[in-house]
């Protein structure tokens, strides 16, 4: 692979499989999620960071003009970047030692239920300082890029009063350069902290009037979740959550059925939510709600994987109900540890029962439309922006096939290379 010097406009050439994503201006659904609309022999050009044309190589070398950056793709698979729609990057320390724990027996809740989990994570980031935040979470970006990840949705949750709530959101705005792009989601509901144990509602009452007038009026997040779960927040807290976001204009994304079926994706298609995320427990009857209501599921297979449980989400009824389904890490310290698309596809061919097409759609257009960013990114399409990579296969299938190995050769974030594996 090789490129040759630097200019607004640049053309990737000789793309074995141009995996374009192109089709109907919406999210994917049913026998649509195989569809990856592939140009084999594809190119590409792009001009000041959009893509400007998308062929074979054939019909763009005619396009390409003397001060035009050439880069050869060396017969490679090339995939927009993942987008992934459900991380929580920001954060210290690690839980390693409770990692640890599990491997002996104990269980998620378990540790959660002695003070350790989520709260744990939550004593550690509490009094750590922006800057050093910053720091920290500068190195897990990395991992994301160099993942193949271009957009990644980030949520706050590991700071649970209103100052180290906004703390984190304000250093998810300070990440938000250098290739990765961002959409922040405040996650003041993800637990209930101790001190609030015994005045729960005094906490609920917290995010209503102080977190959430806070986010919005500084414009901090565009989405609001909650973690709605047993032990953590009820359906009926949850639902004055929401709707008092919804009430200062965030979409709303919820936490559901992940350890029970605690009624939470009922809740979402009641709420008309825009994603509904983890549903391993979800029903029938709540698969159908979600349908009606037209909520988008994010499936996070990372987690189930990690907590060593073998309860994945039932991918393949969603998609045959057509739900556009969504695929995303769910990156934490606690039940997710990993950045890693790839990982994310194998678990959902393997265990999902997902074809690798229809990860890949999961990961890259639909997760786009769940951000409300489908209009701009998600697919290589004309007017898009050009975030794309380079992976080192030749075949798109081989990105779910081959575990345990990242593949993503040339990251190119607004058509600028901010990944380089051979540099
Ligand atoms: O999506 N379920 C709640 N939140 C995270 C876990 C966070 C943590 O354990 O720190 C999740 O799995
Ligand atoms: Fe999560």
């Not at 939510?273 to 979800?282: N, Y």
């Not at 698309?341 to 999961?362: C, G």
């Not at 081959?402 to 380089?420: C, E, H, K, M, P």
Request: overall charge negative; aromatic content about 6%; proline content about 4%.
């Amino acid at each position: 692979m090789s490129s040759e010097r630097k200019s607004s406009t640049l053309a990737v050439v000789n793309c074995g499989q141009l995996v374009t994503l192109a089709g109907p201006a919406r999210p994917r659904v049913g026998a649509e999620m195989r569809e990856l609309g592939i140009i084999a022999d594809g190119a590409i050009i792009v001009r000041e960071g959009l893509i400007e044309e998308v062929g074979t190589t054939e019909q763009i070398k005619s396009l390409i003009d003397s001060d035009c950056e050439l880069v050869d793709a060396g017969r490679c698979v090339v995939l927009p970047g993942f987008v992934d729609a459900h991380t929580h990057p920001v954060f210290s320390g690690t839980r390693v030692d409770e990692f640890e724990q599990r491997a002996e027996g104990a269980t998620y809740e378990e540790i959660a239920a002695r003070g350790g989990g989520i709260q744990s994570t939550v004593n550690a980031t509490r009094g750590v300082h922006d800057d050093m935040l910053v720091h920290e979470s500068c190195g897990y970006i990395d991992w994301f890029l160099r993942c193949g990840t271009t957009t990644i949705e980030a949520k706050s949750g590991y700071g649970l009063s209103l100052e180290d709530e906004l703390k984190i959101l304000r250093v998810i705005r300070k990440l938000g350069h250098g290739g990765l792009r961002y959409v922040p989601t405040f996650l003041g509901a993800h637990s209930v902290p101790p001190e609030y144990r015994s005045r729960r509602d005094e906490y609920v009452s917290l995010i209503i009037e102080e977190m959430l007038p806070a986010v919005a009026s500084q414009n901090l997040a565009e989405f609001c979740d909650v973690f709605c779960e047993r032990n953590v927040f009820t359906i009926d807290e949850s639902r004055k959550i929401l709707s008092a976001a919804r009430d200062h204009g965030l979409g709303l994304r919820i936490h559901a059925d992940q350890l029970s079926l605690s009624g939470g994706a009922q809740l979402a298609a009641e709420l008309g939510t825009v994603t509904a995320d983890h549903l391993e427990h979800t029903d029938a009857a709540a698969i159908a709600a979600l349908k009606s209501a037209g909520v988008q599921p994010v499936l996070l297979p990372g987690s189930v994987y990690a907590l060593g449980s073998s309860r994945y989400p039932a991918a393949r009824e969603m998609i045959d109900a057509g739900l556009a389904v969504v695929l995303a890490t769910d990156f934490n310290p606690g039940s997710s540890p990993t950045p890693s698309m790839n990982m994310i596809l194998s678990l959902a061919s393997t265990h999902m029962k997902m074809t690798p097409a229809e990860s890949i759609t999961a990961a890259t257009i639909n997760a786009a439309y769940s951000l409300n960013r489908g209009a701009q990114l998600g697919s290589i399409e004309p007017g898009k922006i050009a975030d794309f990579v380079i992976h080192e296969h030749f075949d798109y299938r081989d990105l779910a096939y081959f575990f345990g190995f990242v593949s993503a050769d040339q990251v190119y974030s607004s058509g600028t290379l901010v990944v380089d594996r051979y540099f």
